[in-house]
């Protein structure tokens, strides 16, 4: 998250009060949503060895929209 601040703060003029909250934000749901995206996949890889197709299917379907939210804050 301090990376992202920095970078913002290097690649352009100062960064004003509202626009480090609003990077301070997006950075923290970026956080989330990657910590998100990383259980899905650990819960799919559990699934596929113990569980039945329906659960991977289900699993499959949470790590794809995991994954579509961390392309929403990044893209």
Not at 31 to 37: H, I, K, M, P
Not at 38 to 55: G, V
């Amino acid at each position: 998250m301090g990376d992202l601040i920095a970078a913002a703060q290097h690649a352009s003029a100062p960064v004003t009060g509202k626009a480090a909250r609003e990077l301070r934000k997006l950075g923290k749901q970026l956080d989330s949503a990657r910590a998100t995206e990383t259980k899905r996949l650990r819960q799919l890889a559990k699934a596929e060895t113990s569980k039945s197709r329906k659960q991977v299917a289900k699993r499959q379907r949470q790590v794809g929209e995991a994954a579509a939210d961390v392309t929403a804050i990044v893209g």
